[in-house]
């Protein structure tokens, strides 16, 4: 067999064994190797060629960002900073129809400027958000639905676990990519508002809430309070993203910075005791490893197809079908979004990517802009049956039989629905995405 032929028998091979349920680290890692071995017809060589991967993927001092962002996100996480957001948002929203679930998006958005972790946000604001929406009348649905929404935010606004993992494989700049999150992550945020005040208004009935529950709801707030709650976001937004964007620190030092600023912020707070911070930092090395091995096998996969000459197959094949590039984004997002019924977004992303980067290299495309179109169609697999991850983030954290994963699900489909229409709106409007850079 030629080796676009072992090529195209791999890519099958996989997608059954993942929709198996074999771990995709293990499946990446598996078929690269049985697939390299076909051909060549060289068992050594195949241990050789995917023991380089494994030492030339992880030896890049980039790499480090990855357990420096995810320390951090957990310890704002145990600080409590979730909270105080929340709290300063139903401040400013809460007198407004629908108050609270923008208040719920507008924490989220903040919060996700200092975490960079979805599953963190989903399981921040079903502790602090959700009790609050449903006693001041607002319906489960509705209340469980603008946390999953909200909580893809932290994907989207800069720092993002995804950007990283995306400009590390995409070979990009991943301050390129936390810039250019920021206005989609801003359009995404207010499309949100949008839509609950649309709802709160068409649909009061499916909302819930009143306006005289919500104007109760709008307790007054002195300045030392507000200053106390927002000074610890301020800071360390300002010591992360403005660190990256002043050119004062390489994305990893940010990440060992907003660490250490984290860290002072939760013993500042009373908030980190012995027993916490061990858990933070199995918690950290839990989620590393993880992100870790999918690279380590993505990256396994990708030399794999580059021998077998698959992907340049595809880029000649599409060019002589005078495949149009817009047709070549409506199935790339189409099949991510199906893949995120089963998949979570990081697998998504290492399984898919390897094989289309070439022909968008060849097209010209810009990789900061697709990165961007990606890591939103990914993050719409997260709200849609039956894997959603941060539905079933939201149903472990709420742990409340009155609400159902069916529940979560209708709940979170308008909010899936506003993502796929900001979607279509960063892919007709690239300059959205790349304005800033």
Known sequence: MSGIEIGLISLVAMVALI?????????????????????????????????????????????????????????????????????????????????????????????????GISIASAAV????????????????KFAVGVVAGSSVLGMLIPPSLLMIVYGLLADVSIGDMFIAGIIPGTVLALAYAVGIIFMATRYPAQVGGTESVETAGHRPMTVMAFSAKISPIVILVIVVLGGIYGGVFTPTEA???????????????????????????????????????????????????????????????????????????????????LMGTVLDSISIMLVLLPLIFPVLISMDVNLIWFGIVTIVAVEIGLLTPPFGLAVYIIKSTLDDARISLMDIFIGAFPFAVIMLLVLLLIIAVPSLSLLLL
């Open 19 to 115: 929709f198996a349920g074999m771990y995709v680290p293990v499946v990446l890692a598996l078929v690269s190797f049985v697939s390299v071995w076909a051909m060549r017809g060289d068992v050594d060589l195949a241990i050789k060629l995917l023991g380089l991967a494994t030492e030339n993927s992880l030896s890049s001092y980039l790499f480090g960002v990855v357990p420096l962002f995810v320390l951090m996100g957990l310890l704002v996480s145990v600080s409590e900073i979730g909270k105080d957001t929340f709290e300063i948002a139903n401040w400013a929203f809460g007198g407004l129809k629908g108050g609270l679930g923008i208040a719920t998006v507008a924490a989220n958005a903040v919060f996700a400027s200092i975490t």
């Open 125 to 140: 604001f079903t502790k602090v958000a959700v009790p609050e929406m449903l006693r001041f009348g607002y319906t489960p």
């Open 255 to 337: 990440g060992a910075a907003g660490a250490l600023g984290a860290l002072v912020l939760a013993i500042a707070k009373r908030r980190l005791n012995w027993t916490t911070f061990w858990q933070v930092l199995v918690e950290t090395g839990h989620v590393t490893a993880s992100v870790l091995l999918l690279v380590l096998g993505a990256t396994m996969y990708s030399r794999m197809l580059a021998l077998s000459g698959l992907p340049s197959f595809l880029g000649t094949w599409m060019a002589n079908a005078g495949l149009e590039f817009h047709w070549l984004i409506a199935i790339f997002v189409i099949t991510v979004i």
